[in-house]
């Protein structure tokens, strides 16, 4: 028992007025209301103003027919009129707000192609550690080997120009790197399309850290000679995320410009950013990316729906950059002795919960039904938990990793989505959530409706010759 002369304790309770869950309660009801406001009180009001102004010419109980009668006998025709004019208005009305609500052009995914690497960039994990002996110390070896080892990833991977490691031009490297991909994917998506490239409206390309002059996405203009008005846009520096980024801008391009194609290729070149130094937050790095790309074709053409995979539903991007913390995550800098490299912090995995919980605040509204939008209100801490993802859900992913040996970065969601379609999972009417993280800090997400039930057969991917030998067991 406490003394009379003590000091009382006090448990300070959480300030829920300003917690980050008022905030996304805030946010998502507001974002409900907005999105339903034409059904909750635009109509609603446009109907009961109508019903008003009919209820004043009919003040007695006799019915419309009389009163039509009764006008006209007496040559007043001023009710016809107005009557002739408040229906217009209402229809009018609706019909303009109908546009309004599905004025969006819809976007479809033609088709994909994922660059189908080279068995001769094919080398062991040995090796990699003995061409690396030239540059780092034993115990960064040491580290890389573990790192790799405990990774989910195969003994062999796809490298770039290791014949000649260290290049005599990291510059040279990487830029033989890039076109190599994009041309293995670009060549395979124009064969399986049949798309004349004068055809195509817009143009996007997105990769991390090598961005060259000219721009990547004007190599694609020249190679394949696109037309003099192509929009043509290079993204840099956005990690991961740039796949689904990159998306959502074709998505708003093909807004404006109709009856048009744009193509996306999102591409990792890491072989240039090789980090040769013995800073272990950067040797991250080296140890978990490697080359990969993927080519998209999206249409706004109507036409193109009977012959198109997917339809793209919704898109959502979250940015965290505004905390310092998101913000250097991962971060490109140089190290004590001037090398250049990507620091990767201990702080990513907590960065990228919280941001994957407020992309999924974002999302929920856009693809539940009205039925299901309030109780995601009540259910969302939940979901931050645990995302209760199978076994069956997450192979896709594990196998990219194991089969490509690491990360490919922003391509990496499309061999997933390859590997689903070789595996027969993809039906008529499935949804595809695609999700991925990248530096600044950002989340973006993307989800598509199936068109069509994919043939495992006609896939025709990176996946299809060797799919009967996956899944493989990758716990140690």
Known sequence: MASQNSTPSYHKQPNFLFSDQLKT???LSYNFVIS???????????LCASIH??????????????????YYANGRCSFMVGFVSLSSLLMGTIYILTKIVRRSRKVYLVDFACYKHDPSFLISRDTICQRLETVV?????????????????????????????????????????????????????????????RDIGVVIVNISTFNPVPSLSAMIVNRYKLREDVLSYSLGGMGCSAGVIAVD???????????????????????????????????????????????????????????????????????????????????????????????ISKDLMG?????????????????????????????????????????????????????????????????????AEAKGRIQKGDRIWQIAFGTGFKCGSAVWRALRTIDPARANNPWSDVIDHFPINTSN
């Not at 339903?36 to 446009?46: E, G, H, N, Q």
């Open 25 to 27: 309660y805030t946010k």
């Open 36 to 46: 339903k406001s034409v059904y909750l009180f635009i109509i609603p009001a446009i």
């Open 249 to 343: 801008l074709a998505k708003w391009l093909l807004q404006v410009r109709s009856n048009t194609y744009a193509l996306v290729m999102s591409l990792e070149s890491p072989t240039s950013s090789y980090y040769v130094g013995d800073d272990r937050s950067k040797l991250i790095s080296n140890c978990l990316f490697r080359m990969g790309g993927a080519a998209l074709l999206l249409s706004n053409r109507s036409s193109d729906h009977q012959i198109s995979k997917y339809e793209l539903k919704h898109t959502v991007r979250t940015h965290h950059g505004a905390d310092d913390k998101a913000y250097t995550c991962a971060l490109q800098e140089v190290d004590n002795e001037g090398k250049l490299g990507v620091s």
């Open 137 to 197: 110390s034993p115990e960064s070896i040491e580290f890389c080997r573990k790192v790799m080892e405990k990774s989910g990833v195969s003994e062999n991977a796809f490298v770039y120009g290791w014949n000649e490691f260290p290049p005599k031009s990291g510059f040279d490297c990487g830029r033989g790197e890039a076109e190599t991909v994009i041309c293995g994917a670009v060549g395979d998506l124009m064969a399986k399309t049949g798309v004349n490239p």
């Open 53 to 70: 102004h009919l209820s004043a010419l009919y003040f007695d109980q006799t019915t419309i027919t009389d009163q039509l009668y009764k």
């Open 351 to 419: 960065v990228a919960g919280k941001a994957l919980k407020v992309n999924i605040s974002a999302l929920g509204p856009l693809v539940l039904p009205i039925s299901e939008q309030l109780l995601f209100l009540a259910v969302l801490n939940e979901v931050e938990k645990n995302l209760n993802l199978t076994k069956w859900q997450m192979e896709p992913s594990r196998m990219t990793l194991y089969r490509y040996r690491s990360n490919t970065s922003s391509s990496s969601i499309w061999y997933e989505l390859a590997y």
